[in-house]
């Protein structure tokens, strides 16, 4: 089982950008995904997450009413659409998701990190 997230870059204060990261392999069922981030220097903290298949999400204080969490389930895939990006939102993202695999325990399972940098 692989994730693999993409989509960070530069961009100035203000702008968007939008996050994906893709499951693959071997994989029964996927409860929830998420989101994380670590700043320079910093703990992974936090940001958002889909869970119940979906059916719900859930957002760090911080981003709420800036960043949207959504999945496509045929795809594998979660998003996160983040607007009004500010300095602070400098960070590594991580994806996770809570799967079970076709072999094995479902467990949590980390995908690799994408840069965002907020900077003009």
């Known amino acids: 089982v692989q994730l693999q997230a993409s989509g960070g870059g530069l961009v100035r204060p203000g702008g968007f950008l939008r996050l994906s990261c893709a499951a693959s392999?071997?994989?029964?069922?996927?409860?929830?995904m998420s989101w994380y981030r670590q700043a320079p220097g910093g703990e992974r903290v936090f940001v958002a997450a889909?869970?119940?298949?979906?059916?719900?999400?859930d957002y760090a204080d911080s981003v709420k009413g800036r960043f949207t969490i959504s999945r496509d389930n045929a795809k594998k895939t979660v998003y996160l659409e983040m607007n009004t990006l500010q300095p602070e939102d400098t960070a590594v993202y991580y994806c996770?998701?809570?799967?079970?695999?076709?072999?094995?325990?479902?467990?949590?399972?980390w995908g690799t990190g994408t840069l965002v940098t907020v900077s003009s």
């Open positions: 392999g071997t994989i029964s069922s996927i409860n929830s």
């Open positions: 996770k998701a809570y799967l079970k695999p076709t072999i094995g325990p479902p467990g949590d399972f």
């Open positions: 889909s869970t119940s298949g979906g059916s719900r999400t």
